[in-house]
Antibody, heavy 121, light 107 residues
Framework: QVQMVESGGGVVQPGGSLRLSCAAS????????MHWVRQAPGKGLEWVAG????????YYVDSVKGRFTISRDNARNTLYLQMNSLRAEDTAVYYC??????????????WGQGALVTVSS | EIVMTQSPATLSVSPGERATLSCRAS??????LAWYQQKPGQAPRLLIY???TRATGIPARFSGSGSGTEFILTISSLQSEDFAFYYC?????????FGGGTKVEIK
């Protein structure tokens, strides 16, 4: 049974930092690409960042480049998102999501329950 | 960036009727298109990948078609549990992108 549990969400002031974690179990974590997808209140889904199975290649949506860093620790089965210079428009529920395939095509069969990040003064 | 456009934004359908949802890509994504269902307060659920392959456990009333820039999700006979939001996603190019979503509501 695959499970992914996010943690680290909360309220932060504009310009502040936060680190999200996603602990995965029930799978061979190191075989799969992993991603962060966010959803602003009342809005649709937005892919934020992704990393391939070995963490060697990382990809970002333009709006977070230079501010967010995705990383993974395959020994701990954990995905991270370091978020710096946070803005009000980063307020959202952040989901971690797992690739279905191991061969590098990026669509998602398992999602975490989401972590709410609120950027407000 | 490939822009994904879904239509309509809201679809009002009676239970038992067919629903047809559209997704258009700003450039070809080949067959690298997925569909997700999301209910309020829940994470998205994968329905369809490779345009037309149903994910594990997805009922046969859900089907996908299309290629290139034009894609369709069809729900052949809407059940009460199908009233939800639906999103398409292309995975042909970085950055991965989602459509804006279609809300399927009870008529």
């Amino acid at each position: 049974q695959v499970q992914m549990v996010e943690s680290g969400g909360g309220v932060v002031q504009p310009g502040g930092s936060l680190r999200l974690s996603c602990a995965a179990s029930g799978l061979t974590f190191s075989n799969y690409g992993m991603h962060w997808v966010r959803q602003a209140p009342g809005k649709g889904l937005e892919w934020v960042a992704g990393t391939l199975h070995d963490g060697g290649n990382k990809y970002y949506v333009d709006s977070v480049k230079g501010r967010f860093t995705i990383s993974r620790d395959n020994a701990r089965n954990t995905l991270y998102l370091q978020m710096n210079s946070l803005r009000a428009e980063d307020t959202a529920v952040y989901y971690c999501a797992k690739d279905l395939e191991t061969r590098g095509l990026h669509y998602f069969d398992y999602w975490g329950q989401g972590a709410l990040v609120t950027v407000s003064s | 960036e490939i822009v994904m456009t879904q239509s309509p934004a809201t679809l009002s359908v009676s239970p038992g009727e067919r629903a047809t949802l559209s997704c258009r890509a700003s450039q070809s994504v080949s067959s690298n298109l997925a569909w997700y269902q999301q209910k309020p307060g829940q994470a998205p659920r994968l329905l369809i990948y490779y345009t037309s392959t149903r994910a594990t456990g997805i009922p046969a009333r859900f089907s996908g078609s299309g290629s290139g820039t034009e894609f369709i999700l069809t729900i052949s006979s809407l059940q009460s549990e199908d009233f939800a939001f639906y999103y398409c996603q292309q995975y042909n190019n970085w950055p991965l992108t989602f459509g804006g979503g279609t809300k399927v509501e009870i008529k």
